[in-house]
T-cell receptor, first 116, second 112 residues
Framework: AQSVTQPDIHITVSEGASLELRCNYSYGATPYLFWYVQSPGQGLQLLLKYFSGDTLVQGIKGFEAEFKRSQSSFNLRKPSVHWSDAAEYFCAVGAGTTDSWGKLQFGAGTQVVVTP | GAGVSQSPSNKVTEKGKDVELRCDPISGHTALYWYRQRLGQGLEFLIYFQGNSAPDKSGLPSDRFSAERTGESVSTLTIQRTQQEDSAVYLC??????????FGPGTRLTVL
């Protein structure tokens, strides 16, 4: 069965510093990978996705993520965080089959706090 | 509409009562999903509708939970005989395919 692990429950970062959020997945086939952000009082917003091709994907708000098959990882990065990046971030994996590719398995989330 | 909408936004109910949560997907999206997010936790998949195919109900936690979808439009998630552990935010998402799901704002259910 597929699973997603986000090892860091909580990360504190200074404004302007770089950010990296870890995500490891377990899945037998080629997965579809996603990062979502959930800000207080707002719904989940898709930051970026990986289906195939270039393993470095660019997303919105200056985020990027790199798919590393050998490490079963899909870490999210941002070179310089802004106070507005304080939120909870979820990594998700979708089964790469035509029967169930839409059902997402989410990690437990990483809460990001940005300090001045 | 412009996005996925859900109603009500908040629902407080007493233990043992039945509740219905509604989701209006983005027009034209053939797939619709329900997830549950308990406080401080990630999202749990509940059920998935894709076109006219039989729904994937593998995530429903008990037979007290059921969902219906009319064609490719509105869906209703019903929880019978609610329990306190059912308290959570229930999120609906829709997609046109390829797994890219757009989420609604959620319904916060509180069972007293």
């Amino acid at each position: 069965a597929q699973s997603v692990t986000q090892p860091d429950i909580h990360i504190t970062v200074s404004e302007g510093a770089s950010l990296e959020l870890r995500c490891n997945y377990s899945y037998g086939a080629t997965p579809y990978l996603f990062w979502y952000v959930q800000s207080p009082g707002q719904g989940l917003q898709l930051l970026l996705k990986y289906f195939s091709g270039d393993t470095l994907v660019q997303g919105i708000k200056g985020f990027e993520a790199e798919f590393k098959r050998s490490q079963s990882s899909f870490n999210l990065r941002k070179p310089s965080v802004h106070w507005s990046d304080a939120a909870e971030y979820f990594c998700a994996v979708g089964a790469g089959t035509t029967d169930s590719w839409g059902k997402l398995q989410f990690g437990a989330g990483t809460q990001v706090v940005v300090t001045p | 509409g412009a996005g996925v909408s859900q109603s009500p936004s908040n629902k407080v109910t007493e233990k043992g009562k039945d509740v219905e949560l509604r989701c209006d997907p983005i027009s034209g999206h053939t797939a619709l999903y329900w997830y549950r997010q308990r406080l401080g936790q990630g999202l749990e998949f509940l059920i998935y509708f894709q076109g006219n195919s039989a729904p994937d109900k593998s995530g429903l936690p008990s037979d007290r939970f059921s969902a219906e979808r009319t064609g490719e439009s509105v869906s209703t998630l019903t929880i019978q005989r609610t329990q306190q552990e059912d308290s959570a935010v229930y999120l609906c998402a829709s997609s046109a395919g390829a797994g890219m799901q757009f989420f609604g704002p959620g319904t916060r259910l509180t069972v007293l």
